[in-house]
């Protein structure tokens, strides 16, 4: 079994940065192409950024600007920094990767890990 783990949440004030990584439990299953989503309570999870195997990135247009999605395929890890953080960017975020394993594909979310913006 293979697991995406998640990690760098954590309380910020507003205007401050955090960086997000995400990274397969398992070495030999290979991120393709992964995406960032979040959930704040009582709303729906929302995708926030993404990045292809070609490296192309995709982002919500609250978002645009102010966070930045990268790999680093050495360490197979997906990092999404985060800055310029406002109180409506407090959620649970989720990274959600296509992992690649000798041809077939696996599917995976991670836990999530919480960020916390004050005003």
């Known amino acids: 079994q293979v697991q995406v783990v998640e990690s760098g949440g954590g309380l910020v004030q507003a205007g401050g940065s955090l960086r997000l990584s995400c990274t397969a439990s398992r070495m030999i299953f290979r991120i393709n192409d992964m995406a960032w989503y979040r959930q704040a309570p009582g709303k729906q999870r929302e995708l926030v950024a993404s990045?292809?195997?070609?490296?192309?990135?995709n982002y919500a247009d609250s978002v645009k600007g102010r966070f930045t999605v990268s790999r680093d395929n050495a360490k197979n890890t997906v990092y999404l920094q985060m800055n310029s953080l406002k109180p409506e960017d407090t959620a649970v975020y989720y990274c959600n990767a296509n992992l690649k394993n000798f041809g077939s594909v696996w599917n995976r979310w991670g836990q999530g890990t919480q960020v916390t913006v004050s005003s």
């Open positions: 990045i292809s195997s070609a490296d192309n990135t």
